[in-house]
């Protein structure tokens, strides 16, 4: 209803500019606003149970350090230092024009460092050597574009699939049904009660 409200002011406006109409009579109405669900986050236990299910290391860095899906399946190589704990978020992986692109970050806070927990830096060193591994099962197939998070072939991950695949592991978890998206919330969420504790 907000969309088409906006959509219809937008469209008059025009009229009003171009003189085909005296006045946006859209401006005059009042749209309620839809209030969004409220979310729960994961709780510790949900949260073990999550990153227990999978041994796939993706989950545990957006939990661990709330990134965004295209900053995670953006992320390279380059960009983290397993022996300083830190890693740096400047590109997201993106879907444009039928491809897989990379582009910065939108805002400069989003391009920023971001401190390792101990549990990401095992996460990571143990992928890091799986990715290892499936590089030299892959042989020449594998393309060598540098993703922290990519298929067994070594090429980007569709962020669709990694939708579909978590809806998977939610289920393969016991857990309820959250969006990906979601993590970032468990993450802010378990930070604050750690900050309060």
Not at 34 to 48: G, K, M, N, T, V
């Amino acid at each position: 209803m907000q969309y088409l409200h906006a959509l219809l002011r937008v469209a008059l406006q025009h009229a009003v500019r171009e003189d085909v109409i005296p006045r946006n009579v859209a401006k005059l109405v009042q749209v309620p606003t839809s209030r969004a669900p409220e979310f729960r986050p994961l709780d510790a236990q949900e949260a073990r149970n999550l990153l227990k299910a999978r041994a796939d290391r993706l989950y545990a860095v957006a939990l661990g350090l709330g990134l965004r899906r295209g900053e995670a399946l953006g992320l390279a190589w380059d960009d983290v230092d397993l022996e300083r704990g830190v890693l740096r978020v400047r590109q997201t992986l993106q879907r444009a024009g039928g491809k897989l692109i990379l582009v910065e970050p939108k805002t400069l806070r989003s391009a920023r460092r971001v401190r390792l927990p101990a549990i990401c830096v095992v996460a990571l060193t143990e992928h890091r050597e799986r990715q290892k591994a499936e590089k030299q099962t892959a042989g020449d197939a594998w393309h060598d574009a540098g993703p922290v998070f990519t298929t067994t072939i070594g090429t980007p991950i569709e962020p669709r699939n990694l939708n579909r695949s978590f809806t998977r592991l939610c289920q393969a978890a016991g857990i309820r049904q959250i969006r990906l998206h979601d993590l970032r919330h468990t993450c802010a969420s378990r930070r604050e009660s750690r900050h309060e504790s």
